[in-house]
């Protein structure tokens, strides 16, 4: 079809491929959902009343710096860490990691509907209603503080995480409609390192936004707002497939329907083979693999801002910095390695599979060395944060591996693989700030070197399972009609569609594929 009239306008207004579009848009969607999840980390340390030092138990602690002056630069010490604006609250540390976990008991629970709803209805309307129930969830987090305390933020955050569950499996299935194969490492560095904006912005803006008595509502009321204003662009610039695009060139959906592997671009799928899909061991050493992760990973956004505060003695401006140094070198190595496995991959001179165990491997193996060094630097900030930094840096190997295995292993599919492998694994999320503040009720540099070898057993044993069972190949149940039943498979055979749903399907005018209503 020939665009014309305001379809012909707009095409030429976004003067890049809509694939990119929904790449860059995909980036500001996760930069601002990890920015709604993050900004508790650094805020929580304004909204609790500050111990005082006789209140410590003597042990192995760094001594505190913290000498005002009347200097006010983000790396000096000064009066404005003296809060004197909204109530602040008695929270110990349990009830802090209780609180930093809350966000992770939502988030569990909508991956997998998510998934499922995003194949059934389109990836656009699943990722944009639910990021838009997380802003507005944010936005009204101070209001609901101040009337409930604990227990209204504690719901709250359950809330914004059931807004967040869908949207990565949202997006995994979107990348699986618009990208194909030989670009999905990069476009998944350009929307998943999203999060590492989210995760650079975050703390910095927030660390900004607290000083100079800055009002801790204020971080909610900034990030839910942005997270609004996103949701207009996204619905009215992205679509669930390219065939549903109203605005795309004719030559980039012919190239995107030639390429996109997706048999769903193309035809009604079967419903999803949950019984092949819960037998598969490439689909649960997926899952194992992302559950060291993040663990590690959830542990560093959670709870390493307080790690800068209450050990290293950072001050609050200096805190929110600090903790964005990472995320800026998981960014940057975030398409280094995207690239080079691109490269690897499109030169032959490795498979998927290889590269996907290779990224996995720097991904968990390395940040786990550098994080237990940074433990044992003591009270040397230097060092502390230059292995912190390096850690991270590494850690930016998983998004061209287990985060974008699902698309491999089950293009079809994706989103609900995706959803299950991510749904379980961020149970790490609820267990790990409740486990720091359990570990380090005295915020001593021992305590806290614990928690930090738990992490190394974690990403250690968890990349082992990877490497023995992980897979970068179609599973034959992706598509069992392509590729037939195994030999040993006893378990019946897997639900088909029926007539009356193929009935169901809306065909556009001129191709054969079914959409999304958008």
């Known amino acids: 079809m020939t665009l014309k009239g305001w379809r012909l306008v707009l095409n030429k207004v976004l003067f890049i491929p809509q694939r990119y579009v929904f790449g860059l848009l995909g980036l500001f969607a996760l930069a601002n959902s990890f920015t709604m999840r993050v900004c508790l980390s650094v805020a929580i340390v304004k909204m609790v009343k500050e111990v005082s030092p006789e209140g410590h138990i003597v042990g192995e602690t760094c001594p505190d710096t913290r000498i005002y002056n009347t200097t006010d630069s983000v790396l000096s010490t000064n009066p404005s860490d003296i809060y004197t604006g909204r109530e602040r609250y008695d929270w110990d540390e349990k009830t802090q990691g209780l609180l930093l976990s809350a966000f992770y008991y939502g988030y569990v629970v909508t991956h997998l509907p998510g998934g499922l709803l995003a194949e059934r209805f389109g990836g656009k309307w699943t990722i944009g209603l639910s990021l838009l129930a997380t802003s507005l969830s944010t936005l009204v987090t ?4 101040g009337m409930w305390g604990a227990f209204g933020l504690f719901t709250m955050r359950v809330i914004s995480g059931l807004g967040e569950g869908p949207v990565t499996p949202g997006f995994v299935l979107l990348m699986a409609r618009w990208v194909p194969p030989s670009e999905r490492s990069r476009f998944g560095a350009m929307i998943f390192g999203g999060a590492q904006i989210g995760n650079i912005a975050g703390p910095y803006i927030t660390g900004l936004l607290l000083a100079n008595d800055g009002d801790w509502a204020n971080v909610f009321f900034v990030f839910g707002g942005i997270g609004i204003i996103w949701f207009i662009f996204f619905t009215l610039l992205c679509y669930s497939s390219p065939n549903s695009h109203p605005f795309i060139s ?6 995107l329907n030639a390429n996109v592997v997706a048999s769903g671009l193309h035809k009604k799928l079967d419903p999803v083979p949950f019984k092949a899909i819960f037998r598969s061991a490439p689909v649960w050493s997926l899952v194992i693999a992302a559950i060291g992760h993040d663990w590690g990973y959830f542990t560093m956004i959670t709870d390493l801002p307080k790690y800068f505060s209450d050990v290293l003695r950072f001050n609050i401006k200096e805190t929110g910095l600090m903790a964005a140094l990472p995320y800026i070198a998981m960014y940057i190595c975030s398409f280094i390695f995207a690239s080079f496995c691109d490269l690897c991959v499109r030169k032959k001179w490795h498979s998927i599979a290889t590269g996907r165990k290779i990224y996995t491997t720097v991904s968990s193996t390395l940040p786990a060395i550098f994080i237990i060094l940074a433990s044992y630097s003591g009270c040397d900030r230097i060092k502390a944060v230059g292995f912190f930094v390096t850690s991270m840096a590494f850690m930016a190997g998983f998004y061209s591996s287990v985060k974008i295995n699902a698309m491999d292993i089950a293009p079809n599919y994706a989103g609900t693989c995706s959803a299950i492998v991510n749904g379980l694994a961020a149970v790490s999320g609820m267990i790990t700030p409740y486990m720091i503040g359990l570990l380090t009720p005295d915020q001593t540099i021992q305590q806290w070197r614990l ?3 738990t992490i190394f057993v974690v990403l250690i044993g968890t990349n082992l399972v990877y490497l023995i069972w992980g897979s970068g190949e179609p599973q034959w149940w992706d598509d069992v009609d392509k590729y037939g039943y195994p030999p040993n498979w006893k378990h019946g055979p897997l639900k088909k569609r029926t007539e009356d749903s193929e009935k169901n ?14």
């Open 142 to 145: 101070p209001f609901v503080v």
């Open 250 to 255: 004719d030559e980039e959906k012919l190239y």
């Open 451 to 453: 928690a930090f070898w």
């Open 505 to 518: 399907v809306v065909y556009p005018k001129h191709d054969h594929s079914p959409i999304a209503k958008d």
